[in-house]
Each structure stands twice: as C-alpha cells, then as structure tokens.
C-alpha cells in the first residue's frame, strides 16, 4: 500500500486536533485538554528548539568550510542578504497595497472610530507629539464629556498584564545606540548565547566566524574538526528523523492546546475573537497567501525554471505544516532543512548557510503582517499614514522582521517598535492581540516558504540545485534513509 506523506499525517493531526479543541470545550473539558494533552505540543516543539540550536552552529560552520574559498563565501554571503532584503520589501509592499485598498481599519463603525480618535489625541497630548492632519476632537466643546470618559478607560486598558510585559520588552530594545543591533551580534560570551535561545545572531556570527578561521589553519589540523562537525551534524539531522516520527501526534496535541486556550469552555469565544477583527484577519490572510501560494510560485518561475509548481509544495509540504503547527521557524528549521536538501535538490553546502541564517532574519510573513496592522491600528482610529510615514513603515517593519526571533508571537512584540516609529500609540497591539496566535501560524508558513524560495533561487545560481520529483516527500524522515 502507498505510504500516506507526512504531511498528510500532519494535517489529519492537525485537524483532529482542532475537532477534539472544540469538543472538549464544548464538553467543559478544556482544562483536562491544557492539562494531559497540550504538554505534548510543548515536548514537541521543545525537542526541535534543541536540535535547532546545535543545528544552526554546526551546519554553517559545515556550510562555510565546505564552500571553500572566503571569496565565493563573501559573494554568496552578500547575494544572500540582499536578496532576502528584496523578498521582504516586496512582502511589505504587497501588504502596504492590500490594506490601503481594502481599508479594514475604516470598516468599524463611525462611533467607535471617533472615540479611538480621542483616545489616540489623549495619548498623543500626554507624550506631546503634536498631531499634524489638522483633526482635533479634544477642541471641540461637543466631545469633551466623551473625552474624559475614554480617558479612564484607556488608563485601565494599559493596566493590563499581557500587553505591559510586551511593552516593556520592547522599551528594552528601544533605549539603545543606532549602533547597538550591531554591538548585540557580537557574543562576549559564547556559551551564554548558546544557553539563550534568542541569540541565534550571536550563533550565525561565532559559526561563521569559526568556519572562515577553519579554512585558514593548516589542512592536518582543520580536516579532524570538520569531520567531527559534519559526523555531529548527521547525528542531529538523524535526530530530527526521530522526531518527526511521532510529528502527527504532537501536532495534535499542539493544536489541541491552542485551539482550548483561546475557547476555554466556550466555543462561541473564538468566533466572537474573529468577528470583530474580521477585516483586518481577512487582509492579513489575503496577503499572506498571495506570498505563498502566488508570489514565491512566481519568483521561482522567473528565476528557477527546474521546480515546478506542484512540485515546490510536495517538496516543501512537511516543512509548511510543521511552520503552521509550531508557529516558530526556529523550531521547524531542522525539518526546513531536511526538505529542501532532500526534496528541493539544493546542495548542502548552500541550504546549510543560506537557510539559518534565512530563519533568523528572513521574515517575509511577519513583516507583511506588521505592515498591514500599523496601517489597519491607525486606519480604525482616524489616521492617514502619509506616504512619507508609509516609507518610515517599510524600513522599521524591515528591521523589526529581521530582529524578531523566529518564536510564536515576536512579531506582535516588534510591532511595537513599529507603531513607535510612526508615532503611533504601542499599547494598540492589544487590539489585534486575540487573533495574533492563530494568523502568526500563517506567517510563519510564509517565513518558511520564503526561506525555502530564497535558497533555490541561490543553488540555482551557484549550480548547486539538483531538482527530481520525489515521490512521497515522508520518504525524507524514514529512519532507515
Ligand atoms: N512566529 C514567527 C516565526 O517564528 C515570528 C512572528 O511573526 O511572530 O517565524
């Protein structure tokens, strides 16, 4: 009998898992589901995380030894960057087109937009940002009983627990040098970086730092070390074989604990969550399929004629799936790579460079995403974005993708910064906040795809894409293969 593809396994995971979600919520059981079965979701996406990290460091040092000469490295190195900056302006700018035509900010009715729009004036007086479209609510003696009443609410609304911490997070990131993203790349300690899971820079930095160095010491001394690299980084990929095994029963339980800690004991939460945020869900979704399933298609026409269309997706299937389920490309990185060696064709030497590197700082989904939120939050409260603040949007949502860490809701937190650059009021994340989880799984799959894409575009490149139909992509996780 045909074997079924993984993916398939996963998406039937998946599914069960929504359909037993909503069961156990509609049964009162949502706590036995968060108790006993979500668990499993967070083993799961524990053991990736743990091969993750290991992974990164020893496949770019495996990927820049390997490559040979720090010229073509440098080269590959620059053409990697600047074309993983093209794919996310492109993603911002598609974002940046669907939202201003669709308007879903504009879509919420009349009077809560004009008591948003006095809220944002509050605000924007208290932080003496002075407020240039010439509208001004706060002056007018018709709304000032509106105005103090909006002006306790807002107070409590900054109270709450969830959005401070985001907030502070992201102060953090704030009060620095323009330099400091820089000074951050560089670990003074190595083995704090590797125990942190957020500074996956400071790994890509050391990795390549040491695999260049390897290619300049004598052949007798670095071939030991990189035949120790290239053994561990077997042992890892065989890890991620192992666990992608049991990846249908994890997803399930993943899902499950989703799904049951957004309804509780009551399924019509989730629907009432997405209702009111339906526009702008709508948009972000929109725009987000666009990427996968219309523009990475397309690039890879124009720029690798060898995959095919159906072929991408057979190929990359796990990969995608996983993305969704975990909501980290962090954590789906191990099976990333494992598909687009095995199922793409791309040779290792590039996947292993190209694709950390693309996890870490390639975040089309997300920068599309914040994009559309920035946009959609000034939008519901009375504000036209200039272009000149469009353009302000295009280069933090840039930077913010690329300093997000590749972790379930990190896009959320560098909204934040975002919002700030356009003098918009960062305590806004906590409207689109109830629907951030579920369309973060969707923007991971973007972020994946993209990664993916952008790595065959460079083995095309280099030579190095070896592209043949595979015939069930669960082939590439057999134990035996
Ligand atoms: N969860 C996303 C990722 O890991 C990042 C984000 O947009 O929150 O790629």
């Given at each position: 009998m045909k074997k079924l593809a993984l993916h398939w396994k996963i998406i039937i995971g998946m599914v069960l898992g929504i359909i037993w979600a909503l069961l156990s919520s509609s049964l009162g059981w949502s706590a036995f589901t968060i108790n006993w079965i979500d668990p499993f979701g967070t083993i799961f996406?524990?053991?990736?995380?743990?091969?993750?990290?290991?992974?990164?460091?020893?496949?770019?040092?495996?990927?820049?030894?390997?490559?040979?000469?720090?010229?073509?490295?440098?080269?590959?190195?620059?053409?990697?960057?600047?074309?993983?900056?093209?794919t996310t302006v492109l993603a911002i700018g598609l974002g940046l087109l669907l939202v201003n035509a669709v308007k879903p900010g504009k879509l919420i009715d009349e009077q809560s937009r004009i008591d948003n729009r006095i809220s944002y004036e509050i605000w924007a007086s208290e932080q003496g940002y002075e407020i240039k479209d010439g509208i001004n609510y706060l002056q007018d003696p018709a709304f000032?009983?509106?105005?103090?009443?909006?002006?306790?609410?807002?107070?409590?609304?900054?109270r709450d627990a969830s959005v401070s911490d985001k907030l502070e997070t992201a102060d953090k990131t704030k009060e620095t040098t323009p330099l400091q993203p820089l000074v951050d790349i560089?670990?003074?300690?190595?083995?704090?970086?590797?125990?942190?899971?957020?500074?996956?820079?400071?790994?890509?930095?050391?990795?390549?730092?040491?695999?260049?160095?390897?290619?300049?010491?004598?052949?007798?001394?670095?071939?030991?070390?990189?035949?120790?690299?290239?053994?561990?980084?077997?042992?890892?990929?065989?890890m991620?074989?192992?666990?992608?095994?049991?990846?249908?029963?994890?997803?399930?339980?993943?899902?499950?604990?989703?799904?049951?800690k957004m309804a509780g004991d009551d399924i019509g939460k989730v629907v009432e969550i997405f209702k009111g945020l339906s526009w702008y869900s709508l948009t972000v979704l929109g725009g987000l399929l666009l990427m996968i399933f219309v523009i990475y298609p397309l690039v890879l026409k124009l720029f690798v004629k060898q995959i095919p269309y159906k072929g991408f997706f057979k190929?990359?299937?796990?990969?995608?799936?996983?993305?969704?389920?975990?909501?980290?490309?962090a954590a789906t990185l191990p099976v990333t790579m494992e598909c687009v060696e095995n199922n793409l064709g791309v040779d290792k030497k590039?996947?292993?460079?190209?694709?950390?590197?693309?996890?870490?700082?390639?975040?089309?989904?997300?920068?599309?995403?914040?994009?559309?939120?920035?946009?959609?939050l000034a939008q519901m409260h009375m504000i036209d974005l200039t272009i000149g603040q469009q353009l302000i949007v295009v280069l933090t949502a840039t930077l913010a993708s690329i300093g997000s860490a590749a972790v379930p809701s990190a896009g959320l937190v560098m909204l934040i910064i975002v919002l700030d650059s356009v003098?918009?009021?960062?305590?806004?994340?906590?409207?689109?906040?109830?629907?951030?989880?579920?369309?973060?799984?969707?923007?991971?799959?973007?972020?994946?795809?993209g990664d993916a894409t952008v790595s065959s575009i460079i083995a095309d490149g280099e030579g190095m894409l070896n592209y043949q139909d595979v015939e069930s992509p669960s082939d590439t996780f057999d134990l035996d293969s």
């Open positions: 996406i524990n053991l990736l995380k743990l091969i993750a990290v290991p992974l990164v460091l020893f496949s770019i040092i495996s990927g820049v030894a390997n490559i040979g000469d720090p010229k073509s490295l440098g080269r590959m190195g620059g053409k990697t960057l600047l074309i993983y900056l093209t000032f009983e509106r105005a103090q009443e909006i002006s306790e609410l807002t107070k409590s609304e900054l560089v670990p003074d300690n190595f083995f704090y970086s590797l125990s942190n899971n957020g500074l996956m820079l400071q790994i890509i930095f050391f990795a390549i730092f040491f695999g260049v160095c390897l290619l300049f010491i004598p052949s007798d001394k670095s071939k030991p070390v990189l035949s120790f690299v290239d053994g561990t980084l077997e042992v890892f990929l065989k991620v074989d192992l666990v992608m095994q049991a990846a249908p029963f994890f997803v399930f339980a993943l899902l499950a604990g989703v799904v049951s190929a990359m299937g796990p990969a995608q799936t996983l993305a969704f389920s975990t909501s980290s490309s590039i996947s292993s460079f190209v694709l950390p590197i693309g996890a870490t700082v390639n975040m089309d989904g997300t920068s599309l995403y914040q994009a559309i939120a920035v946009v959609f003098g918009l009021n960062p305590a806004w994340i906590a409207i689109i906040f109830p629907v951030d989880r579920i369309l973060d799984m969707f923007r991971t799959v973007v972020n994946v795809t």
